[in-house]
């Protein structure tokens, strides 16, 4: 079976979140990205992660704040006199400046406070000092056909849309239910239709393991143990 390696073309889909469970981005709706490892397009420990991966295999990726985008730095918060931009230039927080310095470099920054006195600008990345969390599908090895291509027909797939079914017992019972599991039954309302998914259709498997921990504390919360242990399964046989 094909799996990655260093120098393939891959295309991956994913749902990345922080570690209080805010979605920082998703493949959802530009659709899947594709990318050649060892190229500087992803992280290092995210490329080192997904080689060995085989088509349609899907990982929990979990990278610290030093593997992604660094830790935020004090000394790329800056103050500077208001009295440095034109008078007539409108300047508020959110804007991005690009802001020259000696010796010719320069740097967009992040304007965060505006006073009549100075501009507090940032140069740190809005992630810095996040860990990040990549709920991650390995679509497609270009040039490596495989024919595991989808779990359509082997038993991940089928374990999947029982396990959903299981979790539709509680999540479709008003008193059981919350808004993020009415989002969580919108994307499955999504599931087999391209349209608005960036042509990709979502399958039970992915939207399983992009929220395992989700479903697997929901689960515990009313003892369903037949629930866990398929869960478990599909973990081990699939994940």
């Known amino acids: 079976m094909a799996t990655a390696g260093m120098g393939d073309t891959i295309t991956i889909s994913y749902i990345g979140t922080l570690d209080d469970g805010t979605i920082f981005h998703s493949t959802e709706a530009a659709g ?6 060892g190229a500087g397009e992803l992280f290092p420990a995210l490329e080192n992660a997904i080689v060995g991966m085989r088509p349609a295999e899907t990982r929990n990726i979990s990278l610290s704040a030093g593997e992604a985008y660094g830790p935020r730095l004090k000394e790329n918060v800056i103050r500077v006199a208001r009295g440095s931009f034109p008078a007539e230039k409108e300047i508020k927080p959110g804007q991005k400046l690009g802001i020259e310095f000696a010796g010719g470099a320069a740097r967009v920054m992040l ?5 009549a006195e100075a501009v507090t600008l940032d140069a740190n990345h809005p992630l810095a000092g996040c860990n990040l969390t990549f709920a991650l599908r390995l679509d497609q090895i270009a040039g490596k056909p495989d024919r595991y291509v989808s779990f359509a027909e082997i038993e991940g797939d089928k374990n999947s849309q029982e396990l959903i ?6 999540i479709d019972d008003p008193e059981k239910s919350n808004p993020f599991w009415e989002k969580f039954k919108e994307k499955l309302a999504r599931v087999g239709q391209p349209a608005g998914n960036g042509g990709r259709c979502l399958d039970e498997l992915f939207l399983v393991h992009s929220y395992i921990n989700n479903i697997r504390e929901l689960f515990e919360e009313y003892g369903d143990e037949a629930a866990l242990n398929l869960l478990d399964q599909v973990e081990r046989e699939s994940c």
């Open 111 to 115: 304007v965060t406070a505006v006073t």
């Open 165 to 170: 079914t299981l979790l539709r017992r509680h």
């Open 32 to 37: 899947p990205l594709t990318v050649t490892l």
